[in-house]
C-alpha cells in the first residue's frame, strides 16, 4: 500500500516556465489538497478537491491551477513559474467517510525556480 | 481567518526529559485539531482530538484539547533521540458537507540532546 505518492521528487525550473506536479492515492480517499511549506511559514493550503471533478481555491491559490479528473490522481499546475514559487509541496488527502482519521501526506516535491 | 499560534517555536531538552508543546487556535465552527511529527519528509499523523475525544496517549506521547481556552497541548515523557522533529498543530473548520483543508501553525522544532 504506498499511500500519497507524489512525483517528482525534485525539479528546477527557470522563471517563466511550466510544469506539472502529480499526486497519486491509493487509499481510495475522496478528498485532495496541494500544500507548500516555507521556512517560517509552516504549510499553507494552495487548492484542494472534494471530489473527481470538483476543485476549490485555498489560503495561496494565485499562480497555481489544479485538476482532478480521476478520483485517485490530484495535479498542480505552474503555468509560469516564478521565484516566489520556490518551495517545498505536500500533497494529502483524506478518507471522506467515518472513521475520517488524519489527513494522509505525501513525501514532497522540492521545487526551486531560478 | 482561522489562526493556530504554537510555542515555542524551538525547543532544545536532554534525553529522557519530559516536554511540553503548546498550540493556541482560532477557528469559525471548529471541528478538530490535529497533531503531526515532520523529520525531513512528509508529516506523520499523531492524534486527532475533537469534541468526543478530548484526551489522546500513544505511548510516551499524549494530548489534550481544552475547547473553552481554545488550546492544545503535546506531552512527551522520557523523551529519546528519535523525537526529534518539527511538531505541527493544525485546526480543521466544520464546513457542513466536506472538508476544506487544516489551518497549521509554524511548527516548534524539537531538538533532544544525547
Known amino acids: 500500500n504506498a499511500g500519497v505518492t507524489q512525483t517528482p521528487k525534485f525539479r528546477v525550473l527557470k522563471t517563466g516556465q511550466s510544469m506539472t506536479l502529480l499526486c497519486a492515492q491509493d487509499?481510495?480517499?475522496?478528498?485532495m489538497y496541494w500544500y507548500r511549506q516555507d521556512p517560517g511559514m509552516g504549510l499553507r493550503l494552495i487548492h484542494y478537491?472534494?471530489?473527481?471533478?470538483?476543485?476549490a481555491k485555498g489560503e495561496v491559490p494565485d499562480g497555481y491551477n489544479v485538476s482532478r479528473l480521476k478520483k485517485q490522481n490530484f495535479l498542480l499546475g505552474l503555468e509560469s513559474a516564478a521565484p516566489s514559487q520556490t518551495s517545498v509541496y505536500f500533497c494529502a488527502s483524506l478518507r471522506g467517510t467515518a472513521p475520517r482519521g488524519g489527513y494522509t501526506f505525501g513525501s514532497g516535491t522540492r521545487l526551486t525556480v531560478v | 481567518e482561522d489562526k493556530v499560534v504554537q510555542s515555542p517555536l524551538s525547543l532544545v531538552v536532554h534525553e529522557g526529559d519530559t516536554v511540553t508543546l503548546n498550540c493556541s487556535y482560532e477557528?469559525?465552527?471548529?471541528?478538530?485539531l490535529l497533531w503531526y511529527k515532520q523529520e525531513k519528509k512528509a508529516p506523520t499523523f499523531l492524534f486527532m482530538l475533537t469534541s468526543s475525544g478530548i484526551e489522546k496517549k500513544s505511548g510516551r506521547l499524549s494530548s489534550i484539547l481544552d475547547k473553552k481556552e481554545l488550546f492544545s497541548i503535546l506531552n512527551i515523557t522520557a523523551t529519546q533521540t528519535g523525537d526529534s522533529a518539527v511538531y505541527l498543530c493544525a485546526v480543521e473548520r466544520n464546513s457542513g458537507g466536506g472538508a476544506d483543508g487544516l489551518t497549521f501553525g509554524k511548527g516548534t522544532h524539537l531538538i533532544i540532546q544525547p
Open positions: 487509499m481510495n480517499h475522496e478528498y
Open positions: 477557528v469559525t465552527n471548529f471541528r478538530s
Open positions: 478537491s472534494v471530489g473527481e471533478g470538483t476543485t
